[in-house]
């Protein structure tokens, strides 16, 4: 496979072009690199109608084999990572080395799901019957997802919807349709024609989809707003739908932590990626007694960081992935500095076309500030000051959000105890961002509706059967 600039859809097996595009533009340049196809409805249907008419062959296909192509596949990913690393660095902006490293998470990830098992049930076998439960494929899946983390997130929903005998159809954010393009192309040779179908397109295809009868589950990542329509969307046929939505994640720093240790695990959890992650940390209360300390190593960190294109071999952090996202977190920025909050800005961000802003750190703002009431997804991070650990939980927890967040202490049992009581699918003790293919990921509120990863996850992608067998 070549990763030349002609992008097409991937529907039966084969390539698809449209008479409509997508410009996709570097957000590091603002140049329009490439076009992707822009599916309109028609487009959908022959994708949903190549979908299910691969179903039943796919269903019925022994996991075995279902596991070795999907093996095959997470091979050829990595076989691939360069081209893939280079073109996901132009259409969302991470520093190439890290861009490589969500491509070579991919397939490790692909790997690590194939290798699961959903095995029959047996909840009954008395004298008079054997009762098992089957857990079967739902059929077609809309798998949704967002610019942020384009691949893996892919991977998060392909993985164990083809595992577990569903075909699919992969519609990528418009901001960042490339990568997913590719990953469509290079299935062509592996999985059967229908089995995995990529389509890219305009703000008009999400809705389409969420809407279209043909699907029997749509697996969703992206904004808490978008996730009400998926679901409203969804009602009317009563589509399966699991929502991994927006958070606005707490770490609790308590005052027996290691200001160093953790204002460097701290700045890596809150500004990967230029602080677009779901799971980056977006509030961080700490103790009053290592307050300054932490605040100003990780202002020295935001000063040592290289913003710019992610192109360059030295640059740290990348550009804000598109324009809307950069204004947004422009508008907290200004929001910040009009109501009088001391912001301590990281280093020069190149001038010019790009959208870049300094790393900001906003020292102990009011809990009410926008800054902390909004999930910033941008490199804006507020520190507040804390020193009764019960009023910390209880301003944590306030929050329509409960994504993920962490503890920081030398005390572990202290740690879990505060721990327990966030209201959080996620909590790390002493580190963050971690997530694994065989542990559950959830949110708490309008964080999310469903789990994704682990048993679970693989649950969520079928039909729970009961069959009685009398003896
Ligand atoms: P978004 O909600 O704007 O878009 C997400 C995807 O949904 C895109 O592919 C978009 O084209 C599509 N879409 C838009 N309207 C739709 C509709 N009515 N029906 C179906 N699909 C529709 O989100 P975004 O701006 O791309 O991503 C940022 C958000 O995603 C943040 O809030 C972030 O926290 C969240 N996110 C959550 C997780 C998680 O696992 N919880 C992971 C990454 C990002």
Not at 145 to 156: E, G, M
Request: proline share 6%.
């Amino acid at each position: 496979m070549t990763f030349d600039d002609d992008f097409t859809l991937t529907i039966g097996g084969k390539s698809v072009s449209t008479r409509a595009y997508v410009p996709v533009l570097n957000p590091a340049t603002e140049e329009a690199f490439a076009k992707a196809p822009a599916a309109d409805a028609g487009t959908l249907d022959a994708a949903v109608t190549a979908a299910r008419a691969a179903f039943p062959g796919w269903r019925d296909t022994a996991l075995k084999e279902r596991r070795r192509l999907l093996l095959a596949l997470a091979d050829a990913i990595e076989q691939n990572s360069d081209d893939f690393g280079r073109l996901f660095t132009r259409e969302q902006g991470r520093p190439i080395k890290l861009a490589v490293r969500e491509i070579v998470t991919g397939a490790n990830w692909l790997r690590s799901v194939a290798s699961q098992d959903l095995p029959i049930d047996l909840v009954e076998d008395s004298e008079a019957r054997r009762v098992e439960v089957h857990h079967v494929p739902l059929g077609v899946v809309a798998a949704i997802v967002p610019w942020n983390f384009p691949f893996l997130l892919a991977i998060w929903k392909i993985a164990p919807a083809l595992l577990t005998g569903n075909t699919v159809v992969l519609k990528p954010s418009p901001y960042t349709p490339l990568c997913a393009l590719k990953l469509g192309e290079l299935s062509r040779q592996i999985l059967p024609p229908g089995v995995f179908n990529v389509l890219s397109g305009d703000d008009a295809l999400g809705p389409l989809m969420s809407s279209h009868k043909g699907f029997a589950k749509i697996s969703f990542t992206g904004s808490t707003a978008t996730g009400k329509r998926v679901m409203a969307a969804a009602a009317n046929d009563l589509k399966r739908i699991t929502l991994e939505l927006g958070g606005n994640d707490a770490a609790i720093v308590l005052a027996d932590a290691d200001p160093e240790v953790v204002a460097d695990a701290m700045f890596a959890g809150a500004f990967f990626n230029t602080a677009q992650v779901c799971i980056a940390t977006k509030r961080l209360y700490i103790h009053n007694d290592i307050y300054d300390a932490v605040r100003d190593r990780l202002h020295a960190l935001a000063e040592q960081a290289i913003v710019g294109d992610g192109s360059r071999d030295d640059v740290t952090h990348g550009p804000v992935q598109n324009l809307a996202q950069f204004r947004r977190v422009q508008s907290l920025i200004a929001d910040a500095e009009s109501t009088g909050l001391t912001l301590l800005r990281g280093s020069r961000v190149p001038e010019g076309a790009g959208y870049f802003l300094p790393l900001t750190i906003v020292d102990n703002p009011p809990e009410d500030s926008a800054v902390v009431q909004e999930e910033a997804f941008g490199p804006i991070l507020p520190l507040m000051r804390f020193t009764d650990v019960d009023e910390v939980i209880a301003r944590a927890n306030d929050c329509d959000y409960g994504l993920a967040g962490s503890v920081w202490s030398r005390d572990i049992a202290r740690a879990l105890d505060v721990a327990k009581r966030m209201d959080t699918g996620s909590i790390w003790i002493n580190q963050n961002r971690q997530v694994a293919a065989h542990v559950p990921f959830s949110g708490f509120k309008q964080s999310g509706f469903g789990v994704e990863n682990g048993r679970q996850g693989l649950l969520e992608f079928t039909q729970t059967k009961a069959i009685y067998i009398p003896k």
